[in-house]
T-cell receptor
Framework: GAGVSQSPSNKVTEKGKDVELRCDPI?????LYWYRQSLGQGLEFLIY????????KSGLPSDRFSAERTGGSVSTLTIQRTQQEDSAVYLC???????????????FGPGTRLTVT | GESVGLHLPTLSVQEGDNSIINCAYS??????FIWYKQESGKGPQFIID?????DKRQGQRVTVLLNKTVKHLSLQIAATQPGDSAVYFC???????????FGTGTRLQVFP
């Protein structure tokens, strides 16, 4: 079946502009995660959605970052007033359930490469 | 604090040899560990996982070893192939949290 998809695959924006990144999780997956991966670095957790629960926003680096998940499916990560240090690959993942449940495995999308000039 | 790190940023091996990628973690409360493989331009792909009540788990050509005494995790790849060339990440989490803490990654290069 279809995996996690993200759009756009690449985004170049000017400093100070707002950007929206989209994630389509695997159908039926209740958990959705956003990560950021800077060049040559590991993945940094940003935010986590599980079902109808309040999202875990503890990884968002500043109030310029926000995310929403509509209808328990598609998610949008918004970065306002982008800065050059926001340049990174933004990865989305989904899993059938969150937490240490049987089907914990996170399936990652290909990511969106954001470049802020 | 909580951290996951890797001893070797780059590992070069010859095709057919076995590879061992190491990872150290600092949170003794972590009870679930995962290895991911990330090829260029792609998202991480699950390889194998292990829970803290185990010290070894085997998959197809891969074995994960967990040493809780020294908080060390390793990924062994048997008969390494060119297709194994990628960056490998270890990640940890612990009960009642849903966040994975990733290490920096080790690049595996396989030479013919």
């Amino acid at each position: 079946g279809a995996g996690v998809s993200q759009s756009p695959s690449n985004k170049v924006t000017e400093k100070g502009k707002d950007v929206e990144l989209r994630c389509d999780p695997i159908s039926g997956h209740t958990a959705l995660y956003w990560y950021r991966q800077s060049l040559g670095q590991g993945l940094e957790f940003l935010i986590y959605f599980q079902g109808n629960s309040a999202p875990d926003k503890s990884g968002l680096p500043s109030d310029r970052f926000s995310a929403e998940r509509t209808g328990g499916s598609v998610s949008t990560l918004t970065i306002q007033r982008t800065q050059q240090e926001d340049s990174a690959v933004y990865l989305c993942a989904s899993s059938l359930e969150g937490g240490l449940a049987l089907n914990y495995e996170q399936y990652f999308g290909p990511g969106t490469r954001l470049t802020v000039t | 604090g909580e951290s996951v790190g890797l001893h070797l940023p780059t590992l070069s091996v010859q095709e057919g040899d076995n590879s061992i990628i190491n990872c150290a973690y600092s949170n003794s409360a972590s009870d679930y560990f995962i290895w991911y493989k990330q090829e260029s331009g792609k998202g991480p792909q699950f390889i194998i996982d292990i829970r803290s009540n185990m010290d070894k788990r085997q998959g197809q050509r891969v074995t994960v070893l967990l040493n809780k005494t020294v908080k060390h995790l390793s990924l062994q790849i048997a008969a390494t192939q060119p297709g194994d060339s990628a960056v490998y990440f270890c990640a940890e989490t612990f009960y009642n949290t849903d966040k994975l803490i990733f290490g920096t990654g080790t690049r595996l290069q396989v030479f013919p």
